[in-house]
């Protein structure tokens, strides 16, 4: 089996800065994709950012610029830098990884930014 587990989630004002973080744990080999999704309520859940396992990266237009992907193959995670955050990035973030062809999902860490 495979855990994800996510970190790094809370309160922030606009303008600041968090970092959320993802440990995969459990019978793993490999891990190809890995992502973080954002959902807040009555929407559907989307993809922030995705990085591939040769490096490659790609966001969603609205945190272009302001946040960043990276992953740590050795350590089996993913972080994402999220700078000069909005209010309109509140949401609950889901760390993803895809791990023998099957899609994992962490619990969920909530991120609030409010003055």
């Not at 959320?20 to 859940?45: D, V």
């Not at 989307?46 to 740590?72: C, H, P, Q």
């Not at 994402?80 to 962490?106: F, H």
Request: include cysteine; aromatic fraction near 6%.
């Amino acid at each position: 089996q495979v855990q994800l587990v996510e970190s790094g989630g809370g309160l922030v004002q606009p303008g600041g800065s968090l970092r959320l973080s993802c440990a995969a744990s459990g019978s793993i080999f490999s891990i190809n994709a890995m992502g973080w999704h954002r959902q807040t309520p009555g929407k559907q859940r989307e993809l922030v950012a995705a990085i591939t396992s040769d490096g490659r990266t790609n966001y969603e237009d609205s945190v272009k610029g302001r946040f960043t992907i990276s992953r740590d193959n050795a350590k089996n995670t993913v972080s994402l830098q999220m700078n000069s955050l909005k209010p309109e990035d509140t949401a609950v973030y889901y760390c993803t990884m895809t791990i023998r062809g099957g899609d994992y999902w962490g619990q969920g860490t909530q991120v609030t930014v409010s003055s």
